[in-house]
């Protein structure tokens, strides 16, 4: 490939190249996250290696947990400004939050599992089920 020009890639091998499968291409291509660089008269859509960072993008933004609408907004911030860092780091806190907001949800059902659980061993005596009740009231 000589500098300065980007090759055109097929679906396929953009989507081995980004380790997806090329439904995950066209998913994203509905949602409007991402275009071909190009459409053939045959139908076939050629890519560029920026849509292979494009997806491997959007599949590492997915891991932090940020939903595609989000994702969307990011992929635009890709692109250097002065206050893209500032801003990338807003919409990261506030995905942090999300996150430590969950955490502590799962923590409150491990506890409450912890202690059901429990309460069920102690009850081996019984035909009644301490977790089955809890959860009926």
């Not at 380790?19 to 409007?32: F, M």
């Not at 949800?105 to 089955?132: D, F, G, R």
């Amino acid at each position: 490939m000589a500098m300065g020009t980007q090759e055109n890639l097929k679906i396929g091998v953009v989507a081995k190249r980004s380790n997806v499968n090329v439904q995950t291409i066209r998913y994203y291509e509905r949602r409007g996250i991402l275009k071909p660089e190009k459409t053939l008269e045959s139908g076939y859509r050629l890519y560029t290696e920026d849509s292979v960072k494009t997806i491997k993008f959007i599949k590492h933004a997915q891991e932090l947990g940020f939903k595609l609408e989000e994702i969307k907004g990011l992929l635009n911030l890709r692109t250097p400004s002065v206050s893209r860092c500032q801003t990338v780091r807003k919409k990261a806190k506030l995905r942090l939050e999300g996150v430590q907001t969950k955490i502590a949800m799962l923590k409150q059902i491990e506890k409450t599992l912890k202690q059901l659980i429990n309460n069920c061993q102690k009850n081996k005596t019984s035909n009644e089920c301490p977790i089955i009740e809890s959860m009926e009231d």
